[in-house]
């Protein structure tokens, strides 16, 4: 699995002109899901995201994490994440496929939500225009390969 995993002061995802989800500070969390992942990979993300300290203490320094935070998140699928970029037309063919992809996606919000977070999401598979704010800028890659 792969995170893009921005820091905001607010986020939204639009579908059809209607808001379905909205957050204040939090995260804003870009997920893939590679056609190899199991549920270990989106329980390793959930954890990981969960527990990212990357909120400012009293000091300035990032040490807080976001349940300390009072963060919220809102989670989007991002097939692209796994483009292959090798020729100019990306292919993505590592990226899951949505019987694959649906459940493991559910997987980690609700594992998020599991652990007190109040989790937004879009749409799986739909057309949508996110917004943020970011907070910083700070913006994370995670992969579970590499975690």
């Known amino acids: 699995m792969r995170a893009v995993v921005t820091r905001v002061k607010n986020a939204s995802v639009v579908i059809d002109g209607e808001t379905r989800g909205e957050i204040g500070v939090g995260f804003l969390v870009l997920l893939g899901v590679h056609e190899d992942d199991t549920e270990a990979e989106a329980k390793k993300i959930a954890d990981k995201l969960c527990g990212l ?11 807080v994490n976001p349940a300390d935070a009072g963060a919220k998140m809102l989670i989007i699928s ?3 994440l ?7 037309r990306p292919g ?7 019987d694959t992809a649906i ?5 980690v919000i609700r594992e998020c939500r599991e652990r007190g977070f109040t989790v937004e999401t879009g749409e799986f ?10 907070d910083g800028p700070v913006t994370i890659l995670l992969d579970t390969k590499e975690l």
């Open 82 to 88: 796994f483009a292959d970029c090798r020729s100019r």
């Open 53 to 63: 300290r990357v909120f400012e203490d009293a000091n300035g320094k990032m040490n």
């Open 125 to 134: 598979g739909a057309d949508m225009q996110v917004f943020s704010q970011n």
């Open 92 to 98: 993505f063919s590592h990226a899951a496929r949505p």
């Open 78 to 80: 991002q097939f692209t």
């Open 103 to 107: 459940p493991l996606y559910e997987l």
